[in-house]
């Protein structure tokens, strides 16, 4: 059975995507002010991938496609949450290393943003830091392992959705 065939077209999917994208930052910034959870700098492009995975989401949704339209969703989906992938991917083989191989604790995601080019706050954030290597679970789980595999399975219905209906039938 396909999943998709829950929807009955493909703007209740592609809302159901932004709505997914929307609750995963809202839980992020749970995690940050209320658990007191302190994201690290490859968590805060993660979340930047989720939001706009969530507008390609968005978009679909608004606009209601039809089948060209929906492989172009499709391909920005894969852009954005291939994007977001690759980072928690990154993230967990950071996560992986022992704690004296990466650098010490520097500079803030702000005042990199404030102070520094934004390439080079994104390589920074890519090498990592002592405060990607912390780990907490959700589920037994770290982390950016939930946000790979939603990552994956949100580009994976976003391709499957290219030939689902358009409209309620």
């Known amino acids: 059975m396909n999943p998709l065939a829950l929807f009955p077209s493909r703007r209740s999917a592609y809302l159901t995507g932004f709505l997914i994208c929307a609750g995963l930052i809202a839980y992020a910034l749970y995690l940050q002010y209320v658990q007191m959870l302190e994201p690290c700098p490859m968590c805060w492009f993660q979340r930047v991938a989720v939001v706009a995975l969530g507008l390609v989401f968005l978009v679909g949704a608004v606009m209601n496609p039809g089948k060209p ?42 005042y990199m943003l404030d102070s520094l080019p934004f390439m080079d706050v994104f390589s920074r954030a890519l090498k990592g830091s002592v405060e990607c290597n912390k780990i907490d679970l959700i589920l037994g789980l770290p982390i950016p392992a939930w946000t790979l595999l939603f990552f994956v399975l949100a580009v994976i219905a976003a391709f499957l959705l290219i030939n689902h209906r358009a409209h309620k039938a």
Not at 77 to 95: D, E, F, K
């Open 69 to 110: 339209g929906a492989r172009l969703i499709a391909w920005l989906a894969l852009l954005t949450g291939g994007g977001g992938a690759v980072l928690a991917a990154r993230h967990l083989y950071i996560q992986s290393m022992p704690a004296d191989a990466l650098p010490s604790c520097g500079m803030g995601i702000t």
